[in-house]
């Protein structure tokens, strides 16, 4: 069994900061990458920022400047540091991870429950 399970979220004026953290626990063989997606209201999922196991990392133009992926590839945790927060940042905020876990042939995408961050004006 593989769990991701994430933290951090709440509810912050504009301008103001979240910092979101995730834990990949259970039979893990090894980690390719780990991100944030997020869905508002209405919306598609949609990719925040991710991270592969090398250190590279990947952003929305929608967030570029704001948010910082970053991980613990020690602890099997991802964070996501989200500054200058805006309305329309407002979403469910879901934590995935493409792992392949112990006894496991292939890697697959594994997700979060999601933590909902709401940004006020």
């Known amino acids: 069994q593989v769990q991701l399970a994430e933290s951090g979220g709440g509810l912050v004026q504009a301008g103001g900061s979240l910092r979101l953290a995730c834990v990949a626990s259970g039979s893990i063989f090894s980690i390719n990458h780990m991100g944030w997606y997020r869905q508002a209201p209405g919306k598609q999922r949609e990719l925040v920022a991710l991270?592969?196991?090398?250190?590279?990392?990947a952003y929305a133009d929608s967030v570029k400047g704001r948010f910082t992926i970053s991980r613990d590839s020690a602890k099997n945790t991802v964070f996501l540091q989200m500054n200058s927060l805006k309305p329309e940042d407002t979403a469910v905020y879901y934590c995935n991870s493409n792992l392949r876990r112990t006894g496991g042939l292939v890697p697959r995408d594994y997700w979060g429950q999601g933590t909902q961050v709401t940004v006020s004006s």
């Open positions: 991270i592969t196991s090398g250190g590279g990392t």
